[in-house]
Antibody
């Protein structure tokens, strides 16, 4: 059974950094591209970033490029999102998801909540 | 403001059919056959309902169908059931290796 579990969220001050993790099981993690998508409280979904199956290609939303870095460790079946210079508007539930087919995402986790507050 | 435009809400009675629209541009919805639809129940992560424009993943009911005309994609749910009540998001490849979501449509089953 495919399982995707995000962790690492919390309450942080503006300007600080945080690293999110997404541990995956039940499928061949190293064969799939993976994505991060976020959802601000009461708002819609916003794509954050994606990484190819082997980590060779990374893509970012224009609004987050330069502050966020996506990475993966295929030996640990884990996806990461390093976030720096956090802003109030980065407050959101962060989901990771598997790229089922080209740019189609299945097997989303329950998300991990990041709250940026002074 | 979301990149793709969806109605904020739609409603229907059990057994009826409803259609949700998703309007983009010639640079995204209109250019690629890479529109997907997601359902989100309160407090849960999104679930893939339609991919590659019209295809249903294994396990998704045939009551869900999708189409596209020009820069607008459509999700149709036939034979509405109470369990269909949720927020539905459309999504399209936006070119230049990025993904665009709609603002979401809340479906109410009356």
């Amino acid at each position: 059974q495919v399982q995707v579990v995000e962790s690492g969220g919390g309450v942080v001050q503006p300007g600080t950094s945080l690293r999110l993790s997404c541990e995956d099981s039940g499928f061949m993690f190293s064969a799939y591209s993976m994505h991060w998508v976020r959802q601000a409280p009461g708002k819609g979904l916003e794509w954050v970033a994606s990484i190819s199956y082997d980590g060779g290609n990374e893509y970012y939303s224009d609004s987050m490029e330069g502050r966020f870095t996506i990475s993966r460790d295929n030996s640990k079946n884990t996806l990461y999102l390093q976030m720096t210079s956090l802003r109030h508007e980065d407050t959101a539930l962060y989901y990771c998801a598997r790229e089922f087919q080209e740019w189609d995402l299945d097997n989303w986790g329950q998300g991990t909540l990041v709250t940026v507050s002074s | 403001q979301s990149a793709l435009t969806q109605p904020a809400s739609v409603s229907g009675s059990p057994g009826q059919s409803i259609t949700i629209s998703c309007t983009g541009t010639s640079n995204d919805v209109g250019s690629y056959n890479l529109v997907s639809w997601y359902l989100q129940h309160p407090g849960k992560g999104p679930e893939l309902m339609i991919y590659e424009g019209t295809k249903r993943p294994s396990g998704v009911s045939s009551r869900f169908s999708a189409s596209k005309s020009g820069n607008t994609a459509f999700l149709t749910i036939s034979g509405l059931q109470a369990e269909d009540e949720a927020v539905y998001y459309c999504c399209s490849y936006g070119g230049n290796n990025n993904l665009l979501f709609g603002g979401g449509t809340r479906l109410t089953v009356l």
